[in-house]
């Protein structure tokens, strides 16, 4: 196949969630997968609501998951392009003037419903005549101005959902431009896809109907040769079966990243969900994009569980290398040639990435030991190996403990474990007590802080 181009568009009016996040992933790892290319473009023909420091919040959450755009632009910068493309549908016949206020289409809405038709637009904007149209702009009505759309049915093989299509007939003419004259979503995105050449349209099945309509458009535009592909995939909703929302927040990229969610587990998460394949922890991206199949999605909706993710988070961090965290142990100034067997140690016990700077406290900084049997603590003390200590150190140590007092399972591991670390539970002592060392093994079982 030719190398595909795909696009994420996000509208800079809120934060990006985990729904917005499988959208974003599905075309990036697509384009991965092929060799091909991503662009992120940002639909901000909404002047009001468009917000430039969610657009930077979202290429920030973008770059999170891993997600490096080929090519970034905006639709604000874009308007030559929709004026020369309504003008064309004007001089065809296909664009056209309507003067109903919202309140007048409601009322004739809910008529139709009353005499069980669909409340689908009648057109009679198109039928007023050049005089009618002047009165009522002497009356101080601006238009809106809607696509005439061909009575067909329209035919597409769907990358998700196969062999699809929508009797247009059944729809309504849909409104392309407000009465402010500032652009509706549709014309400005089919006339960028074009521009841009655009190949594969991936995006969330709420957009199924507005496929037949752009269709239409793409055809009239810029000929019925250059039709991209489309795939439709199920949305992600809350565990409860809740939308996910960018104006409240739901489940947003930034605030899983602020509750320590490892980037590799929402990328999982929001491309797994709802999908034939189980969930379970990536190494990277690439591993995700592998197997990508957008016709093994389900049809159904994928609820998403927060607590899923919770734990995939720590599994994820749990199968980390140490070159895939070196940088961010380095950031928290742990880095030397301990950094390494300190994090294969404690990496299995991590909930969340930051468990690491208490973990390199106990390793590196200084803690006031739990004495739970000072008599104990004090005669294991003087039997601590000369260093250099190996991961043999513990067993070896441990065994001579329990032959000089006898003791063994919980009642000798238990308050060893207490005095060294100050923790009821944690990494495996073979492996930190070798970091930890001698000297402030031998003062916290002396009870002193070390």
Avoid at 184 to 190: D, E, G, I, M, Q
Avoid at 229 to 239: D, K
Avoid at 358 to 368: A, L, N, P, S, Y
């Amino acid at each position: 196949m030719p190398h595909p181009i795909v696009r994420f568009a996000p509208s800079p009016t809120g934060r990006i969630h985990i729904g917005n996040a499988r959208t974003a992933l599905l075309n990036f790892l697509y384009a991965k997968k092929h060799h091909g290319e991503f662009i992120l473009r940002f639909d901000d023909t909404d002047v009001e609501r468009s917000k430039e420091e969610y657009a930077q919040a979202i290429e920030v959450d973008l770059a999170w998951l891993g997600i490096a755009p080929d090519r970034v632009l905006r639709q604000s910068e874009r308007f030559a392009l929709y004026h020369a493309a309504a003008a064309k549908l004007r001089d065809a016949g296909r664009l056209y003037p309507c003067y109903e206020t919202p309140e007048e289409l409601d009322r004739k809405r809910k008529r139709q419903q009353a005499r069980g038709l669909p409340p689908v637009y009648d057109r009679a904007g198109l039928a007023l005549s050049a005089s009618e149209r002047a009165k009522l702009e002497a009356e101080g009505r601006k238009p809106h101005w809607r696509f005439k759309l061909d009575h067909d049915i329209i035919r597409w093989n769907d990358m998700v959902r196969g062999a699809s299509h929508i009797d247009c007939a059944s729809l309504s003419d849909p409104v392309l431009l407000r009465e402010d004259a500032t652009y509706l979503y549709t014309l400005p995105s089919v006339v960028d896809d074009a521009a841009l050449n655009v190949t594969h349209i991936i995006r969330g099945e709420d957009h199924v109907t507005n496929t037949a309509v752009q269709l239409q458009l793409f055809a009239l535009l810029m000929g019925p040769e250059r039709l991209p592909a489309f795939g439709h995939h199920n949305l992600l909703a809350s565990a409860s079966g809740e939308a996910l929302s960018k104006r409240t927040g739901s489940l947003s990229i930034g605030g899983l990243r602020d509750a320590g969610i490892e980037s590799l587990a929402v990328a999982a998460a929001a491309v797994m969900t709802g999908s034939s394949v189980a969930l379970h922890p990536i190494a990277s991206l690439e591993e995700l994009a592998g197997p990508l199949d957008l016709s093994q999605l389900s049809r159904s909706q994928a609820r998403f569980d927060p607590a899923e993710l919770t734990a995939l988070s720590a599994r994820t961090l749990h199968g980390l290398s140490f070159e895939a965290v070196r940088d961010r142990l380095a950031a928290h100034d742990i880095t030397g040639h301990k950094a390494q067997p300190f994090w294969l140690a404690v990496r299995g016990n991590l909930a969340a990435f930051l468990d690491v700077v208490d973990w390199w406290r106990v390793v590196e900084g200084e803690m006031t030991p739990v004495a739970e049997d000072t008599v104990f603590l004090a005669a294991a003390a003087e039997h601590l190996p000369e260093e250099p200590w190996d991961e043999n150190a513990w067993k070896n140590w441990t065994e001579e403990v329990k032959k000089l007092t006898g003791r063994k399972g919980r009642a000798l591991f238990h308050p060893l474990r207490l005095a060294l670390t100050g923790r009821e539970t944690g990494p495996e002592l073979a492996a930190l007590l070798p970091l930890i060392g001698k000297a402030k093994a031998a003062a916290r079982l002396s009870g002193r802080a070390a």
